[in-house]
């Protein structure tokens, strides 16, 4: 049994920050929430998605997994008006999840979630910790993104770093501490990362403003950031480049 | 530049290439010629037709006609030529007049045009009696992507037999409500083969009603290799990967083809290697390189190393979704001189075709066989490695699961 009724802001927010990882998702749902761990074809970007249910204006639901396409969803909210309230539920004798948006009727086909791996998340430790504005960050993303194609994210005890490196081009975001809402670093650490993947995540991150993010050297990023107003959090983890 | 053809003749291989192309042309032009020394032309369509690129919108379109009947399709066939001489390929050529009549692009209800349409959904070879403006002239034409194609003459009249239509063919084209996309991939999943999709698809005979045009032959071709080819990437991609290195190969018309499989999520890169003095590399002294590469999610721009790249990759999806597999795959070309004259994509994917077709040398890390190219290759292995993106990227990306030890994702 599963039956919910949401705000399509929400669930927009859950689509725009899976989607980017994966085009298929295995949700696991239960009476705390929905949650979702995917990692990408490629293995080299994870996300790692838990939604409480306070995040739904109802929710019900037996421990079950429901195999969604993503960008079938993504589709289905297009049509949604913020003033509604979807209802989605689980009809499960032709296995589809029905939403109901004011007159409207959507019912998806689920998908088979057995071949859909259940990713563990590594538990990795970071020696730097960066609490700060994602709307910064993005506008140093949207300059790096004329001039590379990845880049490194460094940070010490006095700032955090964004550089871009191009052929003839360079772009460099440094944020002072005293800019920044929290800073745990007591050695200087450098990673590099694939820009496509990184700037994704960071725009995911939008919704919430603030973002916290776990920097090592030459190790996976973690970047995570609230969603659905606080009832929602998202984690991601990136594959780093090898230097050179 | 002063013509290095004048001081040679042909005798003295000034150009470097080890057949002088003037000759073998002047050749199969002389005889010809004597066969269609007229203004009318009498003989059966493979079927062929061509659609022109100059002068668009309005281009000259028309059917290939030889001056000799019964069944011709041999000559507008390249998934016959594996395994011919580029003197064969020449021969064919040459052999087909290029009738041509100038029409808009989305003038399709013109009477030549809905001619030259029914020809080219045919099953067979047509009989046709064509009247010319002008005598065939001039000399057999060479372009990357399209095959060589014959003297050509202005077209006043044509007139014909009934046409016996391919069925597969002109129920898609009868259906005016399907897009042309669909329409393709259901040919192809019907077994017609691409070249003659390809021909129909030049002559607008899919998509909805009203989009319906003429379409150049050369962007013809590679429109239908790169519609097929995408959704076929996107089927394999829901399958698991191969579970070893592969190693296939062949040589072709004086091309080396060596294509490695990785047992990684879909990535495909085409690499090719021109020595100096083969088709595309006339003055450089140096071997030239070009790549064009996609990842998982394929791309958005045009290749940089043009059709060929959609061919060969139509070619490798078509493979691994007979095995339903998925896989990163790696085409390293070396045009050696021999390959004095391009013939057109077919070559390309017919040839990558070929290869895979052939038993494949296994392996079990990238390394090992990546040696093989040393083997295989005349340009060294750390060239080839230099100019690969894919390469590149497995080397400098790293994984996630590097960091988790033993256990895995």
Same mark, same amino acid.
């Given at each position: 049994? &599963? ?19 994966? %085009? ?34 109802? &929710? ?132 590099? &990362? ?34 659905? %107003?606080?009832? %929602? ?12 | ?10 005798? *003295?291989? !000034? ?69 011919? #001489?580029?003197?064969? @390929? $020449? ?14 692009? =989305?003038?399709?209800?013109? *009477?030549?045009?809905?001619? $030259? ?11 046709? =009696?064509?009247?010319? !403006?002008? *005598?065939?002239?001039?000399? $057999? ?28 063919? =002109? ?20 077994? @017609? ?15 909805? *009603? ?6 150049? #032959? ?25 579970? =070893? ?25 085409? @690499? ?6 083969? #088709? ?104 080839? @490695? ?24």
């Amino acid at each position: 049994m &599963f039956r919910s009724e949401v705000k399509p802001a929400v669930l927009r927010q859950v689509v725009d920050t899976v989607s980017i990882i994966v %085009g298929e998702g295995k949700f696991r749902v239960n009476q705390d929430g929905m949650s979702l761990k995917s990692v990408d074809p490629t293995h080299v970007a994870m996300v790692d998605l838990e939604l409480n249910r306070s995040a739904f204006e109802s &929710f019900e639901a037996d421990d079950q997994e429901l195999g969604i396409d993503i960008e079938k969803l993504k589709n289905v909210l297009r049509s949604a008006t913020p003033s509604d309230v979807i209802t989605l539920h689980l009809d499960e004798e032709s296995n589809r999840l029905i939403l109901n948006m004011g007159n409207l009727m959507r019912s998806m086909s689920l998908l088979d979630t057995r071949h859909m791996t259940d990713p563990k998340i590594p538990d990795i430790e970071l020696p730097a910790i960066v609490v700060m504005d994602g709307e910064e960050l993005e506008r140093g993303i949207k300059a790096a993104e004329n001039v590379s194609d990845h880049v490194i994210i460094s940070m010490d005890n006095e700032s955090f770093e964004l550089r871009a490196e191009g052929d003839t081009d360079s772009v460099d975001l440094k944020i002072p501490n005293d800019l920044l809402l929290d800073l745990k670093c007591d050695k200087r650490v450098k990673s590099i &990362f694939a820009l496509s993947y990184f700037s994704n995540m960071i725009r995911a991150a939008r919704a919430s403003k603030v973002v916290k993010i776990g920097l090592g050297v030459d190790y996976p990023v973690k970047i995570e950031f609230d969603i659905a %107003g606080g009832k %929602g959090h998202v984690l991601y983890l990136l594959a780093p480049r090898i230097p050179g | 530049m002063k013509s290095l053809c004048v001081l040679c003749r042909g005798t *003295k291989a !000034l150009c470097g290439k080890n057949r002088c192309p003037v000759l073998v042309r002047a050749r199969y032009w002389n005889q010809t010629r004597s066969l269609i020394d007229s203004l009318e032309l009498n003989g059966s369509s493979p079927p062929g037709v061509f659609v022109g690129r100059y002068g668009y919108p309005k281009v000259f379109v028309g059917p290939l006609i030889p001056p000799i009947h019964g069944d011709t399709s041999l000559l507008d066939t390249p998934e016959l030529w594996v395994g011919k #001489t580029i003197d064969d @390929i $020449v021969g064919f050529r040459s052999s087909l007049i290029r009738t041509k009549v100038p029409i808009k692009i =989305e003038d399709t209800d013109n *009477k030549i045009a809905e001619i $030259v349409r029914d020809i080219s959904l045919a099953g067979s070879s047509i009989d046709l =009696e064509a009247t010319l !403006l002008k *005598k065939p002239f001039g000399r $057999v034409v060479f372009s990357d992507s399209v095959q060589p194609l014959g003297p050509s003459a202005p077209l006043k009249s044509l007139d014909l037999s009934t046409i016996k239509l391919d069925q597969k063919m =002109e129920r898609r084209s009868a259906d005016t409500d399907l897009k042309a996309n669909p329409a393709v991939i259901e040919l192809y999943k019907d077994g @017609i083969e691409i070249s003659r999709i390809e021909k129909s698809f030049s002559t607008g005979s899919y998509g909805l *009603k009203r989009g319906r045009k003429l379409v150049p #032959t050369r962007w013809a071709i590679t429109a239908v290799d790169d519609i097929i080819s995408k959704s076929l990437r996107e089927k394999i991609k829901e399958h698991p990967t191969i579970d =070893e290195y592969r190693v296939y190969r062949t040589i072709g018309i004086d091309n080396r083809w060596f294509i490695l499989m990785m047992p990684l999520v879909w990535m495909y890169e085409l @690499i090719e290697a021109w020595y100096p003095n083969t #088709t595309w590399n006339l003055y450089g002294g140096e071997t030239a390189i070009y790549n064009s590469a996609e990842g998982y999610e394929g791309r958005k721009k045009y290749a940089e190393i043009g059709g060929c790249y959609y061919a060969a990759r139509l070619a490798v999806t078509e493979k691994l979704l007979s095995e339903r597999r998925q896989a990163a795959v790696l085409i390293l070309r070396e045009a050696h001189p021999g390959y004095i004259m391009p013939v057109g994509v077919w070559n390309v994917r017919e040839h990558v075709r070929d290869a895979l077709k052939k038993k494949y040398q296994s392996y079990d890390s990238l390394d090992s066989a990546l040696e093989e190219v040393m083997k295989v290759m005349d340009i060294p292995l750390l060239k080839w @490695i230099e100019n690969s993106s894919i390469l590149g990227e497995l080397k400098r990306q790293r994984r996630l699961e590097e960091f988790i030890g033993d256990d895995g994702i």
